[in-house]
Antibody, heavy 121, light 110 residues
């Protein structure tokens, strides 16, 4: 059974940092693009970025470039999101998700349950 | 880049059909067939209903279908049922190698 379990969320002050983790199981983690999606309270979904299978190719939404960094440890089947210089507008549930990215097929096929990040003083 | 444009809300009666539009630009929907649709019930995780314009994952009802014309993608739900009431989001690949969601549409089954 595919499982993605996020952790590391919490309350942080503006300007602070937080590191989210996503533990994957039930599939060959090293074979998949992974993605982060966030959802502010009562708002829509926002794609945050992708990381490819070997971790060398990453893409970010403009609003987090220079502040957020993706990484992965394929030996541990884990995905990470390092968030620095956090702002109030980064408050959201952060979802770790698996990306089917093969030829003509490109879509998010499995989501974790999400972890809430709240940025407030 | 601004979000793809979706109507904020649509509604329909049980048994009817509805269509949700998702309008982008030549830099996203207009240039790629990587458009997906997600259903999200309150407090739940999004679920893919359609991927790559018109492909339905196994287990998704055939009442859900997708299409695309120019810069606009559409999700059609036929034979509306009460359990279809949810928020629906489109997402497209872009020429910047990024992805962009629509603002979401709240479907109400009357």
């Amino acid at each position: 059974e595919v499982q993605l379990v996020e952790s590391g969320g919490g309350l942080v002050q503006p300007g602070g940092s937080l590191r989210l983790s996503c533990a994957a199981s039930g599939f060959t983690f090293s074979s998949y693009y992974m993605t982060w999606v966030r959802q502010a309270p009562g708002k829509g979904l926002e794609w945050v970025g992708n990381i490819n299978q070997d971790g060398y190719r990453k893409h970010y939404v403009d609003s987090v470039k220079g502040r957020f960094t993706f990484s992965r440890d394929n030996a541990e089947s884990s995905l990470y999101l390092q968030m620095n210089s956090l702002r109030a507008e980064d408050t959201a549930v952060y979802y770790c998700a698996r990306f089917q990215f093969t030829g003509d097929v490109c879509y998010i096929d499995f989501w974790g349950q999400g972890t809430l990040v709240a940025v407030s003083s | 880049q601004s979000a793809l444009t979706q109507p904020a809300s649509v509604s329909g009666s049980p048994g009817q059909s509805i269509t949700i539009s998702c309008t982008g630009t030549r830099s996203d929907i207009g240039s790629y067939n990587h458009v997906s649709w997600y259903q999200q019930h309150p407090g739940k995780v999004p679920k893919v209903m359609i991927h790559d314009v018109n492909n339905r994952p196994s287990g998704v009802s055939d009442r859900f279908s997708g299409s695309k014309s120019g810069n606009t993608a559409s999700l059609t739900i036929s034979g509306l049922q009460a359990e279809d009431e949810a928020d629906y989001y489109c997402i497209s690949y872009t020429s910047s190698s990024t992805w962009i969601f629509g603002g979401g549409t709240k479907l109400t089954v009357l």
